[in-house]
């Protein structure tokens, strides 16, 4: 199975940038769609990007249209998501998520694998 690891999380201030990485082991990422969650306290993991296998495709969340792109580096084994003029409300923690299948859509349960999440906090 895969294991996966995110950082790039951190304190920043409205209007700010961060790049969040998942590196993957154990497998070659290219073998799975991946995708990224948020969770911020009190409230049910979110949905925020997914991208597929080939990164032919990507879908984002609403919110997030227009600031933030997933992508991925299937030779580096680690996808990413870029984060541009961050606001109060990103504010949570980051999980990556793996699909094996190519199929998952904007629901957790798709997902098989998870990594350990990475904190975001962005002040106002």
């Known amino acids: 199975q895969v294991q996966l690891v995110e950082s790039g999380g951190g304190l920043v201030q409205a209007g700010d940038s961060l790049r969040l990485s998942c590196a993957a082991s154990?497998?070659?990422?290219?073998?799975?769609?991946m995708g990224w969650f948020r969770q911020a306290p009190g409230k049910e993991r979110e949905f925020v990007a997914r991208?597929?296998?080939?990164?032919?495709?990507?879908y984002y969340t609403d919110s997030v249209k227009g600031r933030f792109t997933i992508s991925r580096d299937n030779a580096k084994n680690t996808v990413y998501l870029q984060m541009n003029s961050l606001k109060p409300e990103d504010t949570a923690v980051y999980y990556c998520?793996?699909?094996?299948?190519?199929?998952?859509?904007?629901?957790?349960?798709?997902?098989?694998?998870w990594g350990q999440g990475t904190q975001v906090t962005v002040s106002s």
């Open positions: 991208v597929t296998r080939n990164a032919a495709s990507t």
């Open positions: 998520a793996a699909d094996p299948r190519d199929t998952a859509g904007s629901s957790p349960i798709g997902y098989d694998y």
């Open positions: 154990g497998r070659t990422l290219s073998n799975y769609r």
